[in-house]
Nanobody, 121 residues
Framework: QVQLVESGGGLVQPEGSLKLSCAAS????????MSWYRQPPGKERKLVAA????????NYADSVKGRFTISRDDAKNTVYLQMNSLNPEDTAVYYC??????????????WGVGTQVTVSS
């Protein structure tokens, strides 16, 4: 049974930082591309950052470039999202996703249950 468990969310003041973690179990973590999505209240879920299996490549939404950093530790089956210079527009539920791909085909995809990030003074 695959599980993705996010942690590290909470309430932070503008310009503050948070580091999210997503611990995976029940899968061969190193075979999976990992990503973070977020869903603000009343809005659709969108990609924030992604990292390939092996960690050789990352990509970010324009709104977080230069502020957020995605990383992974395959020995710990964990992916991280370091978030700096947070602003109220970053308030959302943050979800972790694991995808196993073959070329452009997605063979498996799993989601975590999310962690709330609230940026407010």
């Amino acid at each position: 049974q695959v599980q993705l468990v996010e942690s590290g969310g909470g309430l932070v003041q503008p310009e503050g930082s948070l580091k999210l973690s997503c611990a995976a179990s029940g899968l061969t973590f190193s075979n999976y591309a990992m990503s973070w999505y977020r869903q603000p209240p009343g809005k659709e879920r969108k990609l924030v950052a992604a990292i390939t299996s092996g960690g050789s490549s990352t990509n970010y939404a324009d709104s977080v470039k230069g502020r957020f950093t995605i990383s992974r530790d395959d020995a710990k089956n964990t992916v991280y999202l370091q978030m700096n210079s947070l602003n109220p527009e970053d308030t959302a539920v943050y979800y972790c996703r694991a995808e196993r791909r073959r070329g452009v085909a997605v063979l498996n995809s799993y989601w975590g249950v999310g962690t709330q990030v609230t940026v407010s003074s």
